[in-house]
């Protein structure tokens, strides 16, 4: 097989080329490590969760689709401890139900207005004042609470909560008047006849009766539909079959890829937030002479390297295999799984193909100065796919130095609104039932926003088709330069800010602990296996393990994050970029 051109080469960019159109399963080129026996097909709680925010959260929703579903000519996130195919169907679902909803009651008034204006304008005035009294209800009871010391008091929540009442009066009060004055001037055309002006306001009540009856039958069957879908998402319950279509079989495709291209800062898309990240250099010098007799510095460096990239991280990646080989619990790190990932820049590639061979894999690992990186994903899933613990090791022998670098991720449990599915009274008809007081609650402010939600549906229906048919049209029609990676996850767009409970914190801070030591072990014997001097790593590891942030001789060994606990428990997002795009304290 060709060797593919390297980026420094000619094009400027690593090029991924795309496999044969129907060539068999290749046989893998390395290992994938895993513990346990192949787990038994079930849907993770990350699954479930997500897929009920499908229903649950608007927002959530439609960036799921508009950021990931939609966006054909970038490629999509790893989806780490979730099935993305399921969730993006619910979503497909949710949106379509959604849609109808919004067009059943945008369409029923069009015909009110036309057929019968008296009673649309009644009906309009109607609701406008339902919503006006189910709204000053809401700010008083809240302000009540605080004023009772039931919540804390703030004082700008309840002038903000005033405020924002105020305005919806005064608002409201401008609708009224303008929709009142057709119903005036009917009135008016009558004369003095108080008799034909009784018989139409009479006439008009009762048709505005009968609208507001059907248009707030329409929420409320929306509310029991949604919720029959919560109730299948369950604990226990049979996962829903995702209707298939060609775009469901691109991103599955995608998903099971090697390579990872992202877009904009942070390659680790999908991986969730910092914890801690580090990374020095090691000069490959030969030990001391055994008969203790001084020799030039210059003579114990190996003339040419003991070892190649290659030999360190099958080394690592073997040591770390046994930890899910091993059949006793205490030496099995339960969920570990280590596989191979090239990341790529989205500017940098020249084929929409998530997939490279061994050989280009080789390729990267060997010339580390190109766009890709290789990185060995040392990654653990527990609490049935709410934690996800994630470990990127990449090594580079270069400068007859070898350089580590390790960077620990995490993603937290699944926004907490999402996981009413697990509460005891998350489904079943008390469930119904609070739905349905609900949706009747807010049947105002849903018929009100629903022609806007019709329009920003059709606006991103025409995005979406212009996604389609914009741009490249294959794998081989990619144009260097433009950004062509991923940019959302769905996982994290769903992700909470902070874990549920103290043990989840915990859980995670151990597995990325355990990780580290098994990696900083596994480096360790390689080095003295192949003769190096190791007297300056053991120094830098020692520092390592017990600093957040040093700089040490002529190399530095930088932390930053390491306070597991204390950034889940703030809630803090990965370090953002400073200066010229370097997080702070990234280690050189």
Request: with cysteine; net charge positive.
């Amino acid at each position: 097989m060709t060797n593919p051109q390297l980026p420094h080469q000619a094009t400027g960019s690593h090029e991924i080329r795309p496999p044969s159109p129907e060539p068999p399963p290749p046989r893998p080129h390395r290992p994938i490590y895993s513990a346990g026996p192949a787990p038994v097909h079930t849907v993770s709680s990350a699954t479930r969760h997500l897929s009920a925010g499908a229903y649950l959260d608007d927002r959530f929703r439609r960036d799921s689709l508009n950021q990931v579903y939609h966006q054909t000519k970038r490629l999509v996130a790893p989806s780490y401890g979730y099935d993305v195919i399921t969730v993006l169907g619910h979503c497909l679902r949710a949106t379509r139900m959604a849609n109808i909803r919004d067009a059943a009651i945008v369409g029923l008034l069009i015909v009110a207005l036309c057929a019968a204006p008296f009673v649309a304008t009644v009906t309009l005035c109607t609701l406008i004042g339902i919503h006006l009294t189910v709204s000053t209800l809401r700010v008083l009871r809240a302000t009540g609470r605080e004023m009772q010391g039931d919540q804390p008091f703030n004082g700008l929540a309840v002038l903000v909560r005033l405020l924002r009442l105020f305005f919806q009066l005064v608002v409201s009060a401008i609708l009224v008047s303008l929709a009142s004055l057709p119903l005036l001037f009917g009135l008016l055309a009558t004369g003095r006849d108080t008799a034909t002006a009784s018989a139409i306001t009479a006439s008009a009540q009762q048709g505005a009766s009968f609208l507001i009856s059907v248009l707030f039958a329409i929420p409320v069957a929306m509310s029991v539909w949604r919720q029959r879908q919560l109730d299948r998402l369950a604990p226990g319950q049979p996962s829903a079959v995702t209707e298939p279509n060609p775009r469901f079989d691109e991103i599955r495709r995608q998903d099971g890829g090697n390579v990872v291209v992202y877009s904009g800062y942070w390659p680790f898309v999908g991986s969730g937030r910092v914890l801690k990240s580090w990374g020095f250099a090691q000069r490959l010098v030969r030990r001391t002479d055994p008969l203790g007799l001084a020799r030039p510095e210059a003579e114990r460096e190996f003339r040419e390297p003991p070892f190649v990239a290659e030999d360190i991280i099958k080394h690592v990646r073997d040591h770390l295999g046994g930890l899910t080989a091993a059949t006793s619990p205490e030496q099995q790190l339960p969920g570990l799984t280590i596989t191979d990932r090239v990341f790529l820049a989205g500017t940098e590639t020249s084929r929409l193909v998530p997939h490279m061979s061994a050989e280009q894999v080789d390729q990267v690992v060997r010339h580390p100065t190109a766009p890709a990186r290789h990185y060995l994903v040392c990654q653990v899933v527990s609490w049935r796919g709410e934690l996800v613990t994630t470990v990127y090791v990449h090594f580079a022998v270069q400068g007859r130095s070898l350089y580590t670098e390790l960077t620990s991720m995490a993603l937290p449990p699944c926004d907490e609104r999402y996981r009413i599915i697990d509460q005891v009274d998350g489904t079943g008809p008390t469930a119904y039932l609070r739905g349905i007081v609900r949706s009747l609650t807010e049947c105002p402010q849903i018929i009100g926003v629903a022609p806007l939600n019709l329009l920003r549906a059709g606006y991103d229906s025409v995005v979406a088709s212009f996604a389609r048919t914009d741009g490249p049209t294959g794998p081989d029609q990619v144009t260097i330069g433009y950004d062509y990676g991923a940019r959302f996850s769905v996982r994290e767009l769903g992700t909470a800010l902070d874990t549920r409970n103290h043990t989840q914190t915990q859980d995670i801070e151990k597995y990325q602990r355990v990780i580290e030591r098994r990696v900083l072990a596994a480096i360790l014997d390689f080095l003295e296996g192949r003769g190096v001097d190791t007297s300056e790593y053991r120094q830098r590891v020692m520092t390592l393990l017990s600093a957040g942030a040093v700089v040490t001789g002529s190399g530095s060994v930088n932390v930053y994050g390491d306070a597991i606990g204390s950034q889940f428990q703030q809630g803090a997002p990965a370090p953002a970029p400073t200066g010229s795009g370097a997080p702070t304290g990234s280690g050189v």
